[in-house]
Nanobody
Framework: QVQLVESGGGLVQAGDSLRLSCAAS????????MGWFRQAPGKEREFVAG????????YYADSVKGRFTISGDNAKNTVHLQMNSLLPDDTAMYYC??????????????????WGQGTQVTVSS
């Protein structure tokens, strides 16, 4: 069992930065690949970024590539999402998720079996 708690969301202006954090407890962090997803009102939950269990591999959605950076700290059981040059289209609830490491970094939410409660990011124009 893994518990995930996100933090760091807020209301910012376009062009600003935010750093989201996801703290994990329970089973060892290194057993999982981690992902960030987001869901805007009326839209499907979509993949944003993922990192493998060792932190040696990352993957990003095209919409955030070059602006967002995912990083992990296995010693602290924490994963971060640094978001720069935020756009109004980045407004959404952001969720941290964990998937068994044998899947690799997946963009499919179906392989992630642990989810946090989400943190709201709102970007004003």
């Amino acid at each position: 069992q893994v518990q995930l708690v996100e933090s760091g969301g807020g209301l910012v202006q376009a062009g600003d930065s935010l750093r989201l954090s996801c703290a994990a407890s329970g089973r060892t962090f290194s057993s999982y690949n981690m992902g960030w997803f987001r869901q805007a009102p009326g839209k499907e939950r979509e993949f944003v970024a993922g990192i493998n269990w060792s932190g040696g591999s990352t993957y990003y959605a095209d919409s955030v590539k070059g602006r967002f950076t995912i990083s992990g700290d296995n010693a602290k059981n924490t994963v971060h999402l640094q978001m720069n040059s935020l756009l109004p289209d980045d407004t959404a609830m952001y969720y941290c998720a964990a998937a068994p490491r044998y899947y690799g970094i997946s963009v499919s939410r179906n392989v992630y079996n642990y989810w946090g409660q989400g943190t709201q990011v709102t970007v004003s124009s």
